[in-house]
Every structure is written in C-alpha cells, then in structure tokens.
C-alpha cells in the first residue's frame, strides 16, 4: 500500500541555518506529492506541492523536488526564521488511496534565536 | 481561497456526554475528512464523507460517528464521549482529483474530564 516516511522529530536549528526534512514514499502509481505546515495551535495548511515526476514546488522560501527516482519529495529552506518553527507534513494523494491523503508522521520545527 | 470553519476552538465536556464537532466548507468540496491529532502519533483519519449522506470508516472509527445532510457540513459524533478522546479535532475538505488539496479547519481541542 501507499506510505510516507518523514524524518523524525524535533529538528533543532539556529535563525539562518539550512534546513532539510527528509520525506520518502511507496506508491503504486504516479501520486501527487505535498508539504503542509502546521503552526502551534493551528490547522494545517498548504505550503507547497508538485504533482509530477521532476516538478519543483516552491512557496516562503520553502522548496521541494518531486524524485521519481528515488521516491523522495525532501523539504529545504536556504535561511530559516524563528517564525519558521511548526510541525511539517508531508503527504501523497494516489489514484489507489481513495481521496484520501496519505500523511507522514508530521517532524516538528525548533529555530533558536 | 476555501474556507473550513469548525464550530468550536476549545470544548470541555464530561465523561459520557454526547458531544457534536461541526464543520462547515463554503466551496462545492466533494470529499470531507475528521482527524483527530495526538502527541507522537500524527494524523489518524476517523472517517470520512465523500458525498452527502456517504460515509466510510477511516484508521481509528470507533467511539465515533458521522453525520453529512448538506455538502457543506460533517458532523462528527462522539456518542459517549470519554477520556481518551481528549484530543485535537482536525476536519478538512478537499475536491476529487489527485492533485487537489485539502483545506483544513482550525481545529477543535476537545477535553473529556
């Protein structure tokens, strides 16, 4: 069946450092691939997507490359904020999953002054 | 931009209570999804509606139930409710095909004393 696997939490970082969130997949057919970001005491919401093999999605700063080759979709910031710490979502939609989305377990965001 | 209202941001209700979450889209969204949201276990879909009166069971159904009379809103139920459903209550609704989004609510913190 489809899945998510999303690098485990909390990732600790200080104001302007790069960020990586790992993010790989199992899917049968061709998904679609998101990120969504959740801040405290929020919904989430939709911060960027790409819904084909080699697309990039891109939104704040924030981009992630859709790897058919390695099944991989990772999340990366050049120069993270404080405002930047959340708990980011990465998730696929497949014609197998039955208008569902698919979530990882969500990898929670520490940016220190 | 779609909109997914809940009715409440924060419940307090006693053990064995029947207890209403409402959420209402104001698009012609398909496809309308309760979560519910704990510490170190993500997302766990409970059900979901993808057309009125139309329901299936998702990851964790039990104790729950769901109402959809309208397009617009899906009701979720907890019959008796008890504490172990104090949680974060997530509802979204998302359009058919694979590459469409979903909008999430605010979110409901319900507590079960």
């Known amino acids: 069946g489809n899945s998510v696997t999303q690098m485990e939490g909390p990732v600790t970082l200080s104001e302007e450092a790069f960020l990586t969130i790992n993010c790989t997949y199992t899917?049968?057919?061709?998904?679609?691939l998101f990120w969504y970001v959740q801040y405290p005491g929020e919904g989430l919401q939709l911060l960027l997507k790409?819904?084909?093999a080699d697309d990039k999605g891109s939104n704040k700063g924030f981009e992630a490359t859709y790897r058919k080759e390695t099944t991989s979709f990772h999340l990366e910031k050049g120069s993270v904020q404080v405002s930047d710490s959340a708990v980011y979502f990465c998730?696929?939609?497949?014609?197998?999953?039955?208008?569902?989305?698919?979530w990882g377990a969500g990898t929670k965001l520490i940016i220190k002054p | 931009d779609v909109k997914v209202t809940q009715s409440s941001r924060y419940l307090v209700k006693r053990t064995g209570e029947k207890v209403f979450l409402e959420c209402v889209q104001d698009?012609?969204?398909?496809?309308m999804f309760w979560y519910r949201q704990d510490p170190g276990l993500g997302l766990r879909l409970i059900y979901f509606?993808?057309?009125?009166?139309?329901?299936e069971k998702g990851d964790i159904p039990e104790g729950y139930s769901v109402s959809r009379e309208k397009k617009e809103r899906f009701s979720l139920i907890l019959e008796s409710a008890s504490t172990n459903q104090t949680s974060m209550y997530l509802c979204?609704?998302?359009?058919?095909?694979?590459?469409?989004?979903?909008?999430f609510g605010q979110g409901t913190r319900l507590t079960v004393v």
């Open positions: 979204a609704a998302r359009g058919g095909p694979i590459h469409t989004e979903a909008f």
């Open positions: 698009m012609d969204h398909e496809n």
């Open positions: 509606s993808y057309d009125v009166k139309m329901k």
């Open positions: 899917a049968t057919g061709y998904p679609s």
């Open positions: 790409a819904t084909k």
């Open positions: 998730a696929l939609s497949d014609v197998d999953s039955n208008y569902q989305l698919i």
